[in-house]
Each structure stands twice: as C-alpha cells, then as structure tokens.
C-alpha cells in the first residue's frame, strides 16, 4: 500500500527500530511506548486489522505470536509476564491501518485492558 | 487438567454462557465483564498460555482470532470496532492458566491497555 507507513517501515522506505524480521514478520518499537518494553509486530503483508484477515491469512497470527513470544524472551520480560494486543477499527483505539499486535511488558499491566 | 475451570467448561462439567463453538475452540461470556461486550475464546485444549504454544499448536490462535472476528458480528461491534487480548504471567495479569482471548468491546477502549 502506498501511503501505508508500516509498509515503508516493511519495505526499510521508513526507517524504525527493527528489533526481529523474518520472511513473513517484522517487530519494531513503539515510537509512543506505554510500557518499558512496548513492540510492534507486523506482518509484510497489507491486511488492514485482525478483523480483515482471510481464511488463508489467518494464521499470519500464530506467527506473529510466535515472534512476540521470542521478543518477549530476547528482552528479558518473559518470566515476569507481558500481554499482546490487537486493537480493531475505533472502538479498539487502531491507529495505523496495517494489523499490527503490541507486546507491553517491564511492568504491572492493569485491568481493565483500556 | 483436572483441576482448570476452563478445562471444566471446555468438558460441560461447569456451566458458561457459551456464545459459540466448534472442533477446536469455544467462548462464552466473561463472568466479570470490563466492557459492554467481553467474552473470552479458548481453545478446548489445555495450553497454559501463549508463551506456552508450540509450534504445533500455535495456529490454534488464528482460529481463536476468528472465532473472535465472527462473534463481533453476531454481537453487533464488528461496525465500531473492538480489542482482543491475551495476558501471559503475572504482568499481563494472567487470571487463569489456560490460554484465553478477551474480546472486548461496545465502548471506547483507552489507551494504554492497562
């Protein structure tokens, strides 16, 4: 997608914080983190949210999980405990139109989640 | 695992509100909802968390996500959009040892999630 800045971030046109990438899947900080520890994680491919994603993109989520999981353990914060987010459309407070899963850790995370 | 509620209600042992199900996954509401909406997608397999997914099992997530995507539509918060969430451990805030999706939604989320 043209105008998409986590495509630019995908394709290295944006320059971010690349903390993990594979063929599939990149993770770069939050450059407006909520936690000591507050990562984003993408697929490469365009798909607008969770909510959009097709019967054969849907396992692009265990992937990115996977890769959460290993970040999580790479920086130190998976014995304490972290949580992943997605957030859909507005109610959801989604602010790039590119699926993206925050991992926040490196402190207490409260409750409600938002 | 004898002694997981959530085991308990995968079996029908314990009664829930069940909201939907298949094969592989089921949710029902959460019994101390945060928001209008909030219901929690677990997979019938007993998966501490997911930190503790396999590389087997770690696609059971994107069916969990939509499992999630499908509920927002019956329930009516697809339009306004919606957070799904997963807690690992003590700082995510991990009340229960098998892994479950929050969906949460019918208000605002803010911003940080918790």
Known sequence: MANCIFCKIASGETPANVL??????????DINPQSPEHILVIPRKHVENAAALSAEDVNLVGSMVAAANKLAEDRGIAADGYRLVFNVGRHGGQAVDHLHLHLLGGRQLGWPPG
Do not use: G
């Open 20 to 29: 993990y990438e594979d063929d599939a899947i990149l993770a770069f900080a």
